[in-house]
Nanobody, 115 residues
Framework: QVQLVESGGGLVQAGGSLRLSCVASGVFFTMNPSGWFRQAAGKQRELVATMAAGGRINQADSVKGRFTISRDNTKNTLYLQMNSLKPEDTAVYYC?????????WGQGTQVTVSS
């Protein structure tokens, strides 16, 4: 059974930093594409950053230079380091992975950036 558990969200002032973590069980990030998505209130879910099984990274233009996706293979954990946060980064952030043509999602973690 695949399970993704996110943590690390919270309330931070503009310009601050947070690091999100996503621990996977039942699936390995080294074998499947994975990433972070976010959904702000009243908006559609959007891609933040993805990492292919081989490590290739793709990021949304809005977060380039501020957010970094990484993973620890020994811990089967995906990270999202978020720096220089802006109020428009406020959203629920979701961890995602794809295995056998199926999408799996974590429960989401709230990130709120105050101005």
């Amino acid at each position: 059974q695949v399970q993704l558990v996110e943590s690390g969200g919270g309330l931070v002032q503009a310009g601050g930093s947070l690091r999100l973590s996503c621990v996977a069980s039942g699936v390995f990030f080294t074998m499947n594409p994975s990433g972070w998505f976010r959904q702000a209130a009243g908006k559609q879910r959007e891609l933040v950053a993805t990492m292919a099984a081989g490590g290739r990274i793709n990021q949304a233009d809005s977060v380039k230079g501020r957010f970094t996706i990484s993973r620890d293979n020994t811990k089967n954990t995906l990270y999202l380091q978020m720096n220089s946060l802006k109020p428009e980064d406020t959203a629920v952030y979701y961890c995602n992975t794809k295995s056998l043509a199926r999408d799996y999602w974590g429960q989401g973690t709230q990130v709120t950036v105050s101005s």
